[in-house]
């Protein structure tokens, strides 16, 4: 399955303007929020399940690492990754551009080789 991020912002905005009613109608401490606190519960899943790994106790409030599951940690991550582009939306940041303008600068910035293409750059070799 791949995802096209032009593809899911229209749908990701429609879904919290018309589904969960709080796009733009929000400030934007509401979004940066939002992703943080999703980024948080995955820093604690990773805690816990690193806590126990090293041998500590097996405690948490709601949950405990033996609980967490790759389909919990992925859902997280999944969480995110909206939240952010929702963000992104907001403040009329093209998502995709940031990821790859952000990925290149720092390639060049250490000396790296791993450069992004971007879509265009891959259609024009066709």
Same mark, same amino acid.
Request: charged share 30%.
């Given at each position: 399955? =791949?995802?096209?991020?032009?593809?899911?912002? #229209?749908?990701?905005?429609?879904?919290?303007?018309?589904?969960?009613?709080? @796009?733009?109608?929000? #400030?934007?401490?509401?979004? %940066?929020?939002?992703?943080?606190?999703?980024?948080?519960?995955?820093?604690? !899943?990773?805690?816990?399940?690193?806590?126990?790994?090293?041998?500590?106790?097996?405690?948490?409030?709601?949950?405990?690492? &033996?609980?967490?599951? &790759?389909? !919990?940690?992925?859902?997280? $991550?999944?969480?995110?990754? $909206? @939240?952010?582009?929702?963000?992104?939306?907001?403040?009329?940041?093209?998502?995709?551009?940031?990821? $790859?303008? %952000? +990925?290149?600068? =720092?390639? =060049? =910035?250490?000396? +790296? &080789?791993? !450069?992004?293409?971007?879509?265009?750059?891959?259609?024009? &070799?066709?």
């Amino acid at each position: 399955m =791949k995802l096209d991020l032009a593809v899911m912002r #229209p749908v990701n905005v429609q879904r919290a303007t018309e589904g969960f009613r709080c @796009y733009d109608n929000q #400030p934007l401490t509401y979004w %940066t929020t939002a992703l943080a606190g999703e980024v948080g519960e995955l820093c604690n !899943m990773i805690k816990k399940l690193q806590r126990v790994e090293r041998g500590g106790i097996d405690g948490g409030s709601s949950y405990t690492a &033996k609980d967490i599951s &790759k389909e !919990m940690l992925k859902e997280e $991550i999944g969480g995110i990754a $909206i @939240y952010l582009d929702l963000l992104a939306s907001l403040l009329d940041i093209d998502l995709e551009e940031a990821i $790859i303008e %952000t +990925f290149n600068s =720092k390639s =060049k =910035k250490y000396g +790296f &080789k791993q !450069m992004l293409e971007t879509t265009e750059e891959n259609n024009s &070799k066709l």
